[in-house]
C-alpha cells in the first residue's frame, strides 16, 4: 500500500465519522423538535381535561339547581328540563376528559418518529460495519 491510499483511506474514515457525528447531531435536533410538540400536545390535552373540570362544575351546579328548582316549582317540566341539561352537561365532561386522558397515554407522548429513525441509522451502521 503507498502512503497516499493509506492517508486517503484515514481521510474516508474520518470523513465516516464526521458524517455520522452530524447523523446524530441532526437526529437529536429532529428528537429535540418531536419532544417539544409532544410537550405541545400534553398541554393542549391537559387543557382538554381543564375544560372538562369546568363541565363537570356545570354539571354540579346544574345538579344543585335542579333540586331546588324541584323544591321551588310547581311544574315538573322546569326540573325535567334542568336534570336533562345537567346530564348532557356531565356527559360532554366525561367524553372531553376522557379524550384529554387519552391523549396525555404514554403512546401518544412517544417521540416515535425521531426513534424509528435512530433504530433505522443504527441497523444501517451495523450493516456497514459487518460488510466491512
Not at 447523523?23 to 429532529?30: G, R
Not at 381535561?49 to 339547581?65: P, Y
Not at 366525561?94 to 401518544?108: E, Y
Amino acid at each position: 500500500m503507498t502512503h497516499d491510499a493509506r492517508r486517503s483511506t484515514i481521510e474516508l474514515i474520518s470523513d465516516a465519522f464526521n458524517e455520522a457525528s452530524a447523523l446524530l447531531s441532526t437526529e437529536a435536533k429532529l428528537l429535540r423538535a418531536e419532544v417539544n410538540e409532544k410537550i405541545n400536545h400534553a398541554v393542549s390535552a391537559i387543557g382538554m381535561m381543564v375544560v372538562a373540570a369546568v363541565f363537570f362544575i356545570g354539571a354540579l351546579f346544574l345538579l344543585l339547581q335542579t333540586g331546588v328548582a324541584f323544591l321551588v316549582q310547581w311544574g315538573l317540566s322546569t326540573a325535567v328540563a334542568s336534570i336533562i341539561m345537567a346530564v348532557v352537561s356531565g356527559v360532554i365532561g366525561l367524553a372531553l376528559f376522557f379524550a384529554g386522558k387519552k391523549a396525555l397515554s404514554p403512546d401518544h407522548l412517544k417521540p416515535q418518529r425521531s426513534m424509528n429513525q435512530i433504530n433505522r441509522d443504527v441497523a444501517m451502521a451495523r450493516d456497514v460495519a459487518s460488510n466491512r
